[in-house]
């Protein structure tokens, strides 16, 4: 129930971090692409394989170590269909390997549509066949901004099949401010959204005190994120923006509670272009990712312990 999955997983590995898979061609290394576009003549066809390569090794190099993974669909479906098969064989081979999986997919609409999005990527789907899983992740980024009647389809699924969602609160782009900083009342946007997660999650509280609905909160904005830490007790947070958009150890501090749990930094770039900026031989582009992969858990456990 609520995060409890994830937070037994973080607490056996002693690593609050999960690894983002948000693969683009370019990251991947020459020789991997060479090969699958000798052997596959459709281009998306080659370029998903490039990935689903790309991210078997990187899986292979961290499962024992950190505790999920984060594709972010986009940078699947720019390769089509192919590239949404390299997605559910990514989730497949994760789960596989034991790894928790966090599709991030930002998904948000209104009652029935959601429906089928929570069916997509966290229930299972009716066929005349019988009932099957269709991506099958343990949670999925959701944008609460319909409200409620958008958020009710996923709670059931969250419920009937142990999963959980984490709702876009205070993100960690440079214009999040735009709408999300606004005062509603006495409140910031962020703020409300926030009170929304910790009502849509009440029934769901986990053994850690933690609901099965969470928020994004971003590293770059590392106050918003102390002060959402107080603020929502009972709402576990996914934190982006650790490495490549400048988020350090001392900004992602803030969203642990006194336990030094609640919460789970992602780094995507950081990890799967390791390599790049170790300027190591291309070959090498896993083991480079684990050790990005040590750094930065050594990094944050360090930072939380010396608060
Ligand atoms: O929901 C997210 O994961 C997310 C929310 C947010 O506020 N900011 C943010 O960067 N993300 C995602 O987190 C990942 C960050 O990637 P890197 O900047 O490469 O570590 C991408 O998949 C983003 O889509």
Known sequence: MGMDRLIDKIIEYKNPTVAGLDPKLAYVPEYIRKECFAKYSDPLEASAEALLCFNRALIDALYDIVPAIKPQAAYYEMYGWQGVRALTETIRYAKEKGMIVMTDGKRNDIGATMEAYATAHLGVTATDAGEVSAFDADMLTVNGYLGTDGITPLLNVCKERDRGIFVLVKTSNRSSGELQDKMIGSKRVYEVMGDMCEAWG??????????AVG???????PEQLTELREKLPHTFFLVPGYGA??????????????NGIGAIINSSRGIMCAYQKEGCDEADFAGAAR????RMRDDIMNAIASR
């Open 202 to 211: 009440a029934d769901t509280i986990g053994k850690y005190g933690y609901s």
């Open 245 to 258: 958009q400048g988020g350090g150890a001392k900004d992602v501090c803030g969203g642990f509670d006194k």
């Open 291 to 294: 050790r990005e992969a040590i």
């Open 215 to 221: 928020a994004v909160v971003g590293a770059t904005y």
